[in-house]
């Protein structure tokens, strides 16, 4: 028999996966006589019927390779549904794909296309619905370039020809809704290149993917979450970042802590579930005073040494703990803690895995067209092409993504300056300039305040902050003052010098003093964070502890205590890495655990009595945090005092109403009898001594309340003495706050 008013061209199509057009040649057409032919694909089947209202319509093999078709008496569309006895003997009812209309939103798409949509995983991936009272999937990939796109997964037993896509006419965007798959159907889309080559392809806006080294896309239905966390996301939108605390415990879920080996198959990593770190991590976290867990990237990336920093699933936590609604529980439970979340978020490239992003379509449609900006000279990864409106709309809807529907509170955008420089670790004649002839990415430039505009115009109270290691003027300075837009950035200034000078022999110390001060001249240049991150200790740069300089242990000790002290009491927000608070002598290894063992001995558990006691200070002192960024909260009291190693400085709340003093001897050296110049005559109280023997010093007295006496000392007035440790931090108030003006 020959097929009815078709040539043969679609049937080799078909059995070619080829078929650039499924719904002109499958489903229902009219043809003559008021009839209506219906035609299916099906290779795997014996015998295929069609239900018309309640009857049965034989459909004909007409090809040997699966294809059937029968008629029915009709002069318009009728529903109906597919019989079939497949080759297992089985008699299965199917709903034909071929049956429905079009659904992908083209006003959207358009959007997407010209950089103004700003969630477009609602109109692209797959997203469970009910079509006509059927339930399915809608499945949507942008594929601009693609001869045909073919479905392929579990529905079908990974034989793409039997799900050939839609085109929606030249958006690029290709469509397919198909009944019967639902939460956790596992996909690809086998793509026809220009060149004629099939890629298979995970889903760039999937919502789940499987566990590596597994590379499929899963289908995940997002509304089936049930939130309790509305008081904390109605008062997220109310939070001043500028005057509250923010105090960040960096954490790598998968090297936190693990499941004992004993209990393990050979092999097994034993990450905790999402579930599990939220009744451990999360309580663990709070107990310590930190307001935010930082969690190194959890989007889905093929390779646990990159510690998720090259991602691929930029819509899909990380299958290693499990599934999306577990990841949302984990947020849900930090909110009913008290805790904030902040997500490591990576747009500055991504890997050049097979079945990612890279050249998707058989083009270089995600990355950079040039091989000069496509590739990251340091990760060996590739660079999203920043100036192609689509690739913004893909970012940014990626950061909406996480901040509206996981409820993250914050995004710690990567690699920053990566993204601004041309030349970034790359040679001369490596790079090319941009239109001015300079060095400044300026397609990035223009992402990042885009990203920053929508993120601040679609979340009240999201916040941005960026990793940007240079100069860089105006990082977390509006985007209507000519900035980034970002509201907060990473100090790395601060961070180096201060970890070099913490590096030298302590007596040795009085020639880098200037680099201890150095950091005020422009603290309050940006919004800063002082990171104490995991770059820091990882690839033989030892711990915090393990850089510390000491002959004895306790001087080890005695430096940490120190460093964590002066970060707490500098101007800025705070962030440690997991392992600073337990005196981790080994540096982080991304394949094992925290040492837990060490909480046993009383010097590792006073550090962390220290971080909760710093946070305690730092939280509950208005004078700690409020102005943090601003330079009407800080005061140097004596920062000359080289030859001693000595600094003492004031911090002040609003209106100067309130305030700390803070005296730190970065030298093994005790001061007994140490003069202290102080703003007010009366009764100070000691309220943080790094010495004491609850954070495993050596518990040199320090008096808890002492009263001042006239003294002419660094132009003022009063001063208190005090015995001042070595390698310490000694924190002092006064009682009753500063006395009101005269």
């Given at each position: 028999?020959?097929?009815?008013?078709?040539?043969?061209?679609?049937?080799?199509?078909?059995?070619k996966?080829?078929?650039?057009?499924?719904?002109s040649?499958?489903?229902?057409?009219?043809?003559?006589?008021?009839?209506r032919?219906?035609?299916?694909?099906?290779?795997s089947?014996?015998?295929?019927?069609a239900?018309?209202?309640?009857?049965?319509?034989?459909?004909?093999?007409?090809?040997?390779?699966g294809l059937?078709?029968?008629?029915?008496?009709?002069?318009?569309?009728?529903?109906?549904?597919?019989?079939?006895?497949?080759a297992?003997?089985?008699?299965?009812?199917?709903?034909?794909?071929?049956?429905?209309?079009?659904?992908?939103?083209?006003?959207?798409?358009?959007?997407?296309?010209?950089?103004?949509?700003?969630?477009?995983?609602?109109v692209?991936?797959?997203?469970?619905?009910?079509?006509?009272?059927?339930?399915?999937?809608?499945?949507?990939?942008?594929?601009?370039?693609?001869?045909?796109?073919?479905?392929?997964?579990?529905i079908n037993g990974?034989?793409?020809?039997?799900?050939p896509?839609?085109?929606?006419?030249?958006?690029?965007?290709?469509?397919?809704?198909?009944?019967g798959?639902?939460r956790?159907?596992?996909?690809?889309y086998?793509?026809?290149?220009?060149?004629?080559?099939?890629?298979?392809?995970?889903?760039?806006c999937?919502r789940?993917?499987?566990?590596?080294?597994?590379?499929?896309?899963?289908?995940w239905?997002?509304?089936?979450?049930?939130?309790?966390?509305?008081?904390?996301?109605?008062?997220?939108?109310?939070?001043?970042?500028?005057r509250?605390?923010?105090?960040?415990?960096?954490?790598?879920?998968?090297?936190?802590?693990?499941?004992?080996?004993?209990?393990l198959?050979?092999?097994?990593?034993?990450?905790?579930?999402?579930?599990?770190?939220?009744?451990?991590?999360?309580p663990?976290?709070?107990?310590?005073?930190?307001?935010?867990?930082?969690?190194?990237?959890?989007?889905?990336?093929?390779?646990?040494?990159?510690?998720g920093?090259?991602?691929?699933?930029f819509f899909a936590?990380?299958?290693?703990?499990?599934?999306?609604d577990?990841?949302?529980?984990?947020?849900d439970?930090?909110?009913?803690?008290?805790?904030?979340?902040?997500?490591?978020?990576?747009?500055?490239?991504?890997?050049?895995?097979?079945?990612?992003?890279?050249?998707?379509?058989?083009?270089?449609?995600?990355?950079?067209?040039?091989p000069?900006?496509?590739?990251?000279?340091?990760?060996?990864?590739?660079?999203?092409?920043?100036?192609?409106?689509?690739?913004?709309?893909?970012?940014?809807?990626?950061?909406?993504?996480?901040?509206?529907?996981?409820?993250v509170?914050?995004?710690?955008?990567?690699?920053?300056?990566?993204?601004?420089y041309?030349?970034?670790?790359?040679?001369?004649?490596?790079?090319v300039?941009?239109?001015?002839?300079?060095?400044?990415?300026?397609?990035?430039?223009?992402?990042?305040?885009?990203?920053?505009?929508?993120?601040?115009?679609?979340?009240?109270g999201?916040?941005m902050?960026?990793?940007?290691?240079?100069?860089?003027?105006?990082?977390?300075?509006?985007?209507?003052?000519?900035?980034?837009?970002?509201?907060q950035?990473?100090?790395?200034?601060?961070?180096?010098?201060?970890?070099?000078?913490?590096?030298?022999?302590?007596?040795?110390?009085?020639?880098?003093?200037?680099?201890?001060?150095?950091?005020?001249?422009?603290?309050f240049?940006?919004?800063?964070?002082?990171?104490l991150?995991?770059?820091?200790?990882?690839?033989?740069?030892?711990?915090?502890?393990g850089?510390?300089?000491?002959?004895?242990?306790?001087?080890?000790?005695?430096?940490?205590?120190l460093?964590?002290?002066?970060?707490?009491?500098?101007?800025?927000?705070?962030?440690?890495?997991?392992?600073?608070?337990?005196?981790?002598?080994?540096?982080w290894?991304?394949?094992?655990?925290?040492e837990?063992?060490?909480?046993?001995?009383?010097?590792?558990?006073?550090?962390?009595?220290?971080v909760?006691?710093?946070?305690?200070?730092?939280?509950?002192?208005?004078a700690?945090?409020?102005?943090?960024?601003r330079p009407?909260?800080?005061?140097?009291?004596?920062?000359?005092?080289?030859?001693?190693?000595?600094?003492?400085?004031?911090?002040?709340?609003p209106?100067?109403?309130?305030?700390v003093?803070?005296?730190?001897?970065?030298?093994p050296?005790?001061?007994?009898?140490?003069?202290?110049?102080?703003?007010y005559?009366?009764?100070?109280?000691?309220?943080?001594?790094?010495?004491?023997?609850?954070?495993?010093?050596?518990?040199?007295?320090?008096?808890?309340?002492?009263?001042?006496?006239?003294a002419?000392l660094?132009?003022?007035?009063h001063?208190?003495?005090?015995?001042?440790?070595?390698?310490?931090?000694?924190?002092?108030?006064?009682?009753?706050g500063?006395?009101?003006?005269?």
């Open positions: 028999m020959t097929l009815a008013s078709e040539p043969l061209d679609p049937v080799d199509a078909l059995l996966g080829t078929c650039a057009d499924p719904f040649f499958l489903g229902q057409h009219p043809v003559e006589g008021g009839r032919v219906i035609r299916v694909f099906f290779p089947a014996r015998s295929v019927a239900v018309v209202g309640g009857s049965e319509v034989v459909l004909e093999r007409v090809h040997p390779g059937f078709e029968g008629f029915v008496e009709a002069d318009r569309h009728v529903p109906y549904t597919l019989v079939v006895d497949d297992h003997g089985r008699r299965l009812e199917h709903e034909d794909p071929y049956r429905f209309g079009p659904f992908v939103d083209e006003g959207r798409v358009r959007d997407f296309l010209h950089g103004r949509e700003r969630r477009v995983h609602e692209l991936g797959a997203r469970p619905a009910r079509v006509d009272g059927v339930r399915g999937t809608r499945f949507a990939v942008w594929a601009p370039h693609a001869r045909a796109v073919n479905l392929t997964g579990d990974w034989d793409g020809r039997r799900h896509m839609r085109p929606r006419g030249a958006t690029g965007v290709w469509e397919l809704f198909v009944p798959v639902d956790g159907s596992r996909y690809k086998q793509i026809v290149t220009p060149g004629g080559s099939r890629i298979n392809k995970a889903d760039p999937g789940a993917m499987e566990l590596r080294p597994a590379t499929a896309s899963e289908v239905d997002p509304e089936g979450f049930v939130w309790t966390d509305d008081a904390w996301m109605a008062a997220r939108g109310s939070v001043d970042h500028d509250t605390p923010m105090s960040a415990y960096e954490v790598h879920l998968g090297s936190w802590r693990r499941h004992p080996r004993s209990d198959p050979d092999g097994a990593p034993g990450w905790l579930s999402y579930r599990e770190l939220a009744e451990t991590l999360l663990y976290v709070r107990d310590l005073g930190f307001t935010h867990v930082q969690l190194l990237p959890v989007m889905e990336h093929p390779l646990d040494q990159s510690w920093y090259q991602p691929l699933g936590p990380t299958s290693r703990h499990g599934t999306p577990d990841f949302r529980h984990f947020v439970r930090a909110h009913a803690l008290g805790l904030g979340v902040i997500l490591d978020w990576v747009p500055g490239h991504f890997p050049a895995d097979a079945h990612g992003l890279a050249r998707f379509d058989g083009t270089s449609l995600f990355e950079h067209p040039d000069r900006q496509a590739r990251h000279p340091d990760w060996g990864t590739l660079v999203f092409d920043y100036g192609k409106p689509a690739v913004q709309s893909f970012l940014i809807s990626s950061a909406l993504h996480w901040l509206e529907d996981y409820h509170d914050a995004l710690r955008v990567d690699a920053v300056a990566s993204m601004l041309l030349d970034y670790s790359r040679n001369e004649g490596e790079w300039p941009n239109e001015h002839g300079g060095k400044e990415n300026l397609d990035a430039v223009a992402f990042l305040r885009a990203l920053n505009d929508a993120v601040h115009e679609e979340v009240p999201g916040l902050v960026a990793e940007e290691s240079t100069s860089w003027p105006g990082v977390s300075h509006g985007t209507d003052r000519g900035g980034l837009g970002f509201d950035k990473w100090n790395m200034g601060w961070m180096n010098d201060t970890l070099d000078v913490l590096g030298i022999d302590p007596l040795h110390r009085k020639g880098s003093y200037e680099r201890l001060t150095f950091s005020i001249m422009y603290a240049s940006e919004r800063f964070v002082l990171p991150s995991h770059d820091e200790v990882v690839h033989g740069k030892g711990s915090l502890l850089k510390m300089p000491g002959s004895t242990e306790a001087a080890k000790f005695a430096n940490l205590r460093l964590l002290a002066y970060q707490w009491l500098h101007p800025g927000k705070k962030l440690l890495f997991m392992g600073g608070e337990l005196g981790q002598w080994s540096e290894n991304v394949d094992s655990t925290l837990w063992g060490l909480q046993e001995w009383p010097r590792h558990r006073g550090v962390g009595r220290l909760e006691a710093l946070n305690g200070l730092y939280t509950g002192d208005p700690m945090h409020v102005q943090d960024f009407e909260g800080f005061e140097w009291i004596d920062c000359h005092d080289a030859e001693r190693t000595i600094l003492s400085f004031l911090r002040w709340s209106e100067w109403n309130d305030f003093v803070a005296v730190v001897n970065f030298t050296v005790r001061r007994d009898d140490f003069l202290q110049a102080v703003p005559a009366g009764r100070y109280r000691r309220v943080l001594n790094t010495d004491a023997e609850e954070f495993g010093g050596e518990g040199i007295e320090v008096a808890e309340v002492m009263e001042t006496e006239e002419d660094h132009g003022r007035d001063a208190v003495r005090l015995s001042l440790p070595g390698l310490s931090v000694v924190v002092l108030k006064r009682e009753g500063a006395p009101p003006p005269e």
